[in-house]
């Protein structure tokens, strides 16, 4: 139970999710394991809004979580949403086992622009950071920096770093002690 689990679904880039799973690996010092790419969430979409209800997705994530992970964070390309919002990055279980990232918002290509893998590579490893964060107990921060920062646009993802404070990096560290994985640099 030492390893994080990232579950890519169609559309996700083979290397973009191998710069995460890098970027992870040595951020947080756990092994991370890349599984292979599993299909749309279609039991998730809903026509009225041609969304993706997100709380399914994350159903169904915790439901098929392997217990040799530690946590499994589920990367989509759709856009996902809970009701009442318009849409959301991603979503999460608090001080739980899985937790989602929506890429589709996080492109330029969304927003009318010309694509820019590494800003999307930094972009998704930044909501990767925050939704696992949530997993681990810790809830949103005051701090513009921190990446447990609450951000409802990309500009707000692109002005936070990748970091957690150092209230939050103390409490993930004790959150990690108590669940015995080993965070020494
Ligand atoms: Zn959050
Ligand atoms: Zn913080």
């Given amino acids: 139970m030492t390893n994080i689990y990232i579950e890519p679904y169609d559309g996700c880039e083979n290397d973009i999710m191998n710069g995460i799973a890098q ?3 040595k951020t ?3 092994p991370v394991k890349l599984l292979s790419p ?3 969430p279609v039991y998730a979409f809903d026509p009225d809004r041609r969304q993706y209800y997100s709380t399914k997705i994350l159903r169904y994530i915790v439901n098929n979580h392997n217990n040799a992970a530690l946590r499994t964070i589920g990367i989509v390309n759709v856009d996902i949403f809970i009701p009442i919002l318009t849409y959301v990055f991603g979503e999460a279980q608090l ?5 989602l990232v929506s890429a589709a918002r996080l492109k330029q290509e ?3 622009l010309g694509p820019d893998r590494e800003l999307l590579v930094e972009r998704l ?3 990767v950071m925050h939704e696992l964060g949530h997993t681990f107990g810790l809830t949103h921060c005051e701090l513009g920096s921190c990446v447990m920062h609450l ?3 990309v500009a707000g993802i692109d002005r936070k770093t990748a970091n957690f404070c150092e209230e939050h990096r ?3 560290t004790k959150k990690l002690e108590e669940l015995e994985i080993p965070n020494e640099k």
């Fill in 23 to 25: 970027k992870l690996m």
């Fill in 28 to 30: 947080m010092n756990i």
């Fill in 38 to 40: 599993i299909e749309n």
């Fill in 95 to 99: 001080d739980g086992r899985a937790a």
């Fill in 110 to 112: 969304y927003y009318g």
């Fill in 125 to 127: 490893f930044k909501e």
């Fill in 151 to 153: 951000s409802n646009n």
């Fill in 170 to 172: 103390e409490q993930l």
